[in-house]
């Protein structure tokens, strides 16, 4: 059994590319401590489902042709808005959104609603499912997500997308640092019927020009997400304003690689994509499931949660 487990072990590390050190928790009868701070907006909105959101968010260019390809064809997609918004970007380029997070703190008024959880979701922004020319939507179609939860299992199964109960590395925090005082940070996820991990990444500091602006990243995560439009949309609200994400707790912008296996990034096989720029952030929101996605017309991800008519 233990041979059969190391076998398992090194064909994992070849076929992912990236070598994580990373093992999964000890058994401990120590109580779980979340490294992750208390939502700091929980009381605020008393009647709105609020929670916080810890991990690395990166924008991975892949050609904008695979993009008109993969994103069906219905729907526009709003090129100059992103453009205008990363400066430098190549222009034969579209910008996956790829998140790694622990969704930690989530309740109502003050009160956990459901325990913490992990996911890894790959985006497309700046889709123009309205065909107004301007309104940007996420769209989201598969979502690795801590097999546990099956609340937000079968929430992602009534929006249209694809939920992939999965189990996490480091389980229940947002990342692992490679060593002791070590800037570089890793997180692994594998569907629970796979042998191997299906979303790895690992990230350091990059502070050298070149980055994307922080803007993008608040513009690209505050756009509605939605898997069947006819569905419904996940208004998810990022507060880029609370201690979580300002003074000492600012965004880092990060550079690093990221593998994903086919099909979840839905590119045709599974793919590294190496040296790409993200932020490693823990940031609040607020959420608003299950909206008409007309309602969010003209919703331009200000993140004020007042640019929409509800
Ligand atoms: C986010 O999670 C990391 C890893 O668990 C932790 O070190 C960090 O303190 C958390 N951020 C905040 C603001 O709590
Ligand atoms: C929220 O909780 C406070 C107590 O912490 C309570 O006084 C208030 O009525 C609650 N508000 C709602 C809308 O439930
Ligand atoms: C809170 O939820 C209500 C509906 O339950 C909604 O009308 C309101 O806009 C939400 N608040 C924010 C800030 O989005
Ligand atoms: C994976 O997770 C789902 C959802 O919790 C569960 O129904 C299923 O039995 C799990 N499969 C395996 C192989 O553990
Ligand atoms: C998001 O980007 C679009 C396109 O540039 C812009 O119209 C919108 O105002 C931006 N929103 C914010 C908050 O920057
Ligand atoms: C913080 O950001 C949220 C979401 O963008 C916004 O609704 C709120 O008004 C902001 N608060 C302050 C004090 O600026």
Redesign the pocket.
């Known amino acids: 059994m233990a041979v059969i487990k190391s076998l398992v072990l090194i064909l994992c590390v070849v076929t992912s590319t990236l070598a994580t050190p990373l093992e999964f928790r000890a058994t401990t009868t120590a109580p779980f401590v979340s490294e992750s701070s208390p939502n700091p907006i929980g009381k605020l909105y008393p009647g709105n489902i609020t929670g916080t959101l810890n991990g690395t968010i990166a924008v991975v260019p892949i050609p904008y042709k695979l993009a008109r390809k993969i994103i069906p064809s219905q729907w526009g997609i709003l090129t100059k808005a992103y453009q205008q918004l990363l400066p430098g970007f190549p222009k034969d380029s579209y910008p996956l959104i790829v998140k790694s997070l622990l969704d930690h703190d989530v309740g109502l008024n003050g009160t956990q609603l459901i325990p913490d959880f992990q996911t890894v979701r790959v985006n497309f922004p700046f889709v123009d499912i309205l065909n107004d020319g301007y309104s940007s939507f996420q769209w989201g179609k598969y979502l690795l997500i801590t097999e546990s939860n099956e609340i937000g299992i079968d929430a992602i199964r009534e929006y249209g997308s694809i939920p992939v109960p999965s189990l996490f590395k480091p389980d229940f925090q947002a990342y692992k640092y490679a060593r002791p005082r070590s800037k570089t940070i890793y997180a692994e996820a594998r569907a629970n019927t796979s042998a191997c991990a299906d979303a790895t990444t690992k990230f350091s500091p990059f502070n050298r020009h070149g980055a994307w602006p922080l803007s993008f990243y608040i513009n690209a995560t505050n756009q509605p997400v939605f898997g069947d439009p006819a569905k419904g949309c996940d208004n998810q ?1 990022l ?4 201690t979580l994400t300002t003074g000492k707790n600012a965004p880092v912008h990060v550079r690093g690689d990221i593998f994903i296996k086919a099909p979840y990034a839905h590119v045709p096989n599974d793919r590294t994509f190496r040296n790409v720029f993200g932020i490693k952030v823990d940031v609040a929101f607020l959420e608003n499931n299950y909206y008409e996605c007309e309602t969010l017309k003209g919703y331009h991800g ?5 640019g929409y008519v509800a």
């Not at 507060?239 to 609370?242: I, L, M």
């Open positions: 609200i507060f880029y304003n609370t200000t993140g004020s949660g007042d």
